[in-house]
């Protein structure tokens, strides 16, 4: 397997527009997590899901971020309107039941 | 909720020397600890993890790890480090029926010649 692929590996957007992030999780994996890493957060769950199903996005920070999973191979996260704050590397990540999260190499956005 | 306390955020230390980089966990009834290292513009790699059974565990790479039930500890070890271990060092947690990792804050490791 090729592990977890997410694309874009850079963004950079003008503030006020819409960023689509993708993933590709693991085949088999049941789990898949959205994280955000900062140099002043660290890193940061944003929502997780367990097959396709949002269990928890209390860390989602507003209403501009929103997830997906619409199938077991498929998952986006949108910042819609994007804002200079929301810089940062997000990371999505997979795991099989109770193993280890697998990470992907994280896609870098800069808003500008 | 289960935090994670990374107690240095920089730790230098010249090659083939021995290195530990500290980790704390709140107290949970079953925890799960990891630690992951992530080199330069790179994902997260898991490095070793405890589940249960044995309070030590290895890595490849000759890293070691103990977990401490009551210290509410899990330190990373290494007697003797490489140049290519330098790299940022996360350990995580994760509590009973939970699915999601709870992250410290990361410690730098430089290796220097």
């Known amino acids: 397997d090729a592990g977890v692929i997410q694309s874009p590996r850079h963004e950079v957007t003008e503030m006020g527009q819409e960023v689509t992030l993708r993933c590709k999780p693991i085949s088999g994996h049941d789990y898949l997590f959205w994280y955000r890493q900062t140099m002043m957060r660290g890193l940061e769950l944003l929502i997780y899901?367990?097959?396709?199903?949002?269990?928890?996005d209390s860390g989602m920070p507003e209403d501009r971020f929103s997830a997906k999973m619409p199938n077991a191979s498929f998952s986006t996260l949108k910042i819609q309107p994007s804002e200079p704050r929301d810089s940062a590397v997000y990371f999505c990540?997979?795991?099989?039941?109770?193993?280890?999260?697998?990470f992907g190499q994280g896609t870098r956005l800069t808003v500008v | 909720a289960q935090s994670v306390t990374q107690l240095d955020s920089q730790v230098p230390v010249f090659e083939e020397a021995p290195v530990e980089l500290r980790c704390n966990y709140s107290?949970?009834?079953?925890?799960?600890l990891f630690w992951y290292v992530q080199y330069p513009n790179q994902g997260l790699q898991l490095l070793l993890k405890?589940?249960?059974?044995?309070?030590l565990v290895e890595s490849i790479n000759g890293f070691e790890a103990e977990f401490n039930k009551s210290q509410t500890s899990f330190h990373l070890r290494k007697p003797s480090v490489h140049i290519s271990d330098t790299a940022e060092y996360f350990c995580a947690a994760r509590s009973g029926s939970a699915r999601q990792l709870t992250f410290g804050s990361g410690t730098q490791l430089t290796v220097l010649p």
């Open positions: 405890y589940l249960s059974g044995s309070t």
């Open positions: 899901f367990n097959n396709n199903v949002p269990i928890d």
């Open positions: 990540a997979s795991s099989f039941h109770q193993g280890e999260a697998f």
């Open positions: 107290s949970s009834v079953s925890v799960y």
